[in-house]
């Protein structure tokens, strides 16, 4: 490995906890990722001659936390700086790596700033993204089907927005620590979901995403071990995750999770899935958060051997629940798939019919996907095709549009 290869790898791993650092004493993320590109630069200019430190992660924290204390220490207003941080800088040593608490500490600071409310869901995923997940402007352009200039400009009034507001850098407690976690705990699961079905573009998944929301949701767990939804929340990502090498065809065609062959599912996150399943259970009391009850969910398909042998009762029982703890028009469409599947397809077409009338799933493609397919189930053919097309035109997806479209054929097939 070149040294210019080392400098990004470990950039790429290291970077949250670098810009944490640093947050820590210029209380500006914008800053923070400033000096952290510094350290990489001094990074590529140094270690292709002197060689790759035995730690490279600790170096990179180290210069970046030198780089920090000199621009206080330059600043004209140091005094006023100086009560801000609220220690003397003149006193600070220079910077060794902080023990392994301490980063955490930083990272589950900044992980709380990033997704606060005063931003919009599309900046706190951007935001997180790039300080937290470690992509670059251009990787979450792609990812998102956006401009780069676009998602630039988002994430730099992402950061202007939270230095105007005054965010503090740290983490909340009482009634805003749990708004703000919230908040921390959906743009992960909005940016796995992304990654699991795509929402535009010519890919049914984007692994890539998956892997970073499933990083971030293990951080959290070991940094807040005693919050159930964060296990919840893994536990759920974990189990989805371990269909990703069964949920596409060769050509990247989507699979779906009847045709999967499960003998691909990953067994090892699946373990890592109940085992977290376990922890969520143990610390929420017996009184499951909607996380944990859709990791449930999860495990219940996970359990099946067959596709045939899904306990679909227990699945209907499970989502009943998340919809009287968190109700929405699309948890009601899910319960109606697994009623039809436990009862019979009249029982979940007459679900989905008293759906159709709902303004949020009016634009919603998988509403007349599942009517098609119950439909189907019921030998009506021609108006499965109408809903499979109706389907495909609101999709932006392209193999999923591809998908619905051979679905159609197939019921006007004799």
């Not at 914008?30 to 730690?55: F, H, M, N």
């Not at 995923?125 to 790039?130: G, Q």
């Not at 959906?186 to 970073?212: H, K, M």
């Not at 949920?247 to 779906?256: A, F, I, W």
């Amino acid at each position: 490995m070149t040294a210019a290869s080392a400098v990004e790898a470990v950039f790429r791993i290291e970077s949250a906890r670098i810009i944490a650092g640093v947050t820590r004493i210029v209380r500006d993320v914008g800053i923070a990722e400033e000096i952290a590109q510094d350290a990489l630069v001094a990074a590529l200019e140094q270690w292709p001659e002197s060689g790759v430190p035995d730690k490279p992660g600790a170096w990179l924290m180290a210069t970046a936390k030198h780089r920090a204390i000199d621009l206080v220490r330059r600043k004209e207003t140091y005094a006023r700086k100086l009560a801000e941080v609220g220690r003397d800088l003149e006193d600070v040593p220079p910077p060794e790596p902080s023990v392994p608490d301490d980063i955490d500490d930083d990272l589950l600071r900044l992980i709380f700033t990033a997704c606060h409310p005063v931003l919009s869901t599309d900046a706190r995923i951007a935001l997180t993204l790039k300080l937290l997940g470690g992509l670059t402007t251009e990787e979450i352009a792609r990812a998102f089907l956006a401009t780069e200039p676009t998602v630039a400009q988002r994430i730099v009034r992402a950061k202007r927005a939270l230095a105007k507001a005054g965010v503090p850098f740290e983490v909340p407690y009482g009634p805003e620590r749990a708004e703000r976690l919230s908040s921390v705990l959906e743009v992960i699961y909005l940016v796995f979901n992304e990654g699991y079905s795509a929402t535009t573009g010519d890919d049914w998944q984007r692994p890539a995403l998956c892997e970073d929301a499933l990083r971030l949701g293990r951080v959290l767990a070991g940094l807040m071990p005693r919050e159930p939804e964060v296990h919840g929340l893994v536990s759920l990502l974990e189990i989805q995750a371990s269909r990703t090498a069964a949920r596409t065809g060769p050509d990247g065609e989507p699979v779906l999770l009847a045709d999967q062959n499960r003998s691909r599912w990953n067994q090892l996150l699946i373990r890592r899935g109940f085992a977290a399943l376990g922890r969520a259970n143990a610390v929420s009391g017996g009184a499951p958060g909607p996380y944990a009850l859709q990791a449930a969910i999860a495990a219940c398909h996970a359990q099946a051997v067959r596709y045939e042998e899904t306990d679909w009762s227990t699945i209907a029982v499970l989502y009943g629940q998340l919809a009287a703890l968190a109700p929405s028009p699309v948890v009601e469409l899910n319960r109606a798939v697994a009623v039809s599947m436990a009862e019979g397809p009249e029982a979940g077409l007459a679900m989905v019919d008293e759906l159709a009338a709902e303004p949020a799933l009016k634009e919603y493609h998988l509403l007349p996907s599942v009517r098609g397919d119950l439909l189907a189930r019921l030998g009506r053919p021609a108006e499965a095709r109408a809903e499979f097309e109706r389907a495909a035109s609101l999709t932006r997806n392209e193999r999923e549009r591809e998908l619905l479209r051979a679905r159609a054929e197939e019921c006007g097939r004799p």
